[in-house]
């Protein structure tokens, strides 16, 4: 499926109408430097889009993790958890963050998609 971005350099990708799959993206990981700790979002507490979600700590600094869109927080990737590190080794794949039941899908439209992105993180 098709991954949006966000400008806190967020990763969002749909899987199904109303459920999606969020991580930090290659360049945000890239900043940051070696991942060492994440702090997840609570399972079943529900954000509004642009919410602090979670906390990503790295060698270099510290960052918060931003709700994408609206949604309720339905899985953390406890992989994640224990291994801070698959932030930078798969950040798009086993290195997500968490999963979201989207309160409104029309956010979704709004986000940048790669070309975009690309642009936005050449430019950041």
Known sequence: ??????????????????????????HAQGALGDVVFVE??????????????GV???VKAAADVYMPLAGEVVEVNEALRADP??????PLGGGWFFR???????????????????QFAQNA
């Open 1 to 26: 499926m098709t991954i949006k971005y966000t400008q806190d350099h967020e990763w969002i990708r749909l899987e199904g109408q109303q459920a999606a799959v969020v991580g930090i993206t290659l």
């Open 40 to 53: 997840l979002p609570e399972v079943a507490r529900s954000y509004a889009k642009g919410d602090v979600a």
């Open 56 to 58: 990503v700590e790295s």
């Open 85 to 90: 590190s698959l932030a930078n080794s798969d």
């Open 100 to 118: 979201i039941r989207i309160t409104d899908p029309a956010e979704y439209d709004a986000l940048m998609d790669e070309p975009a992105y690309a």
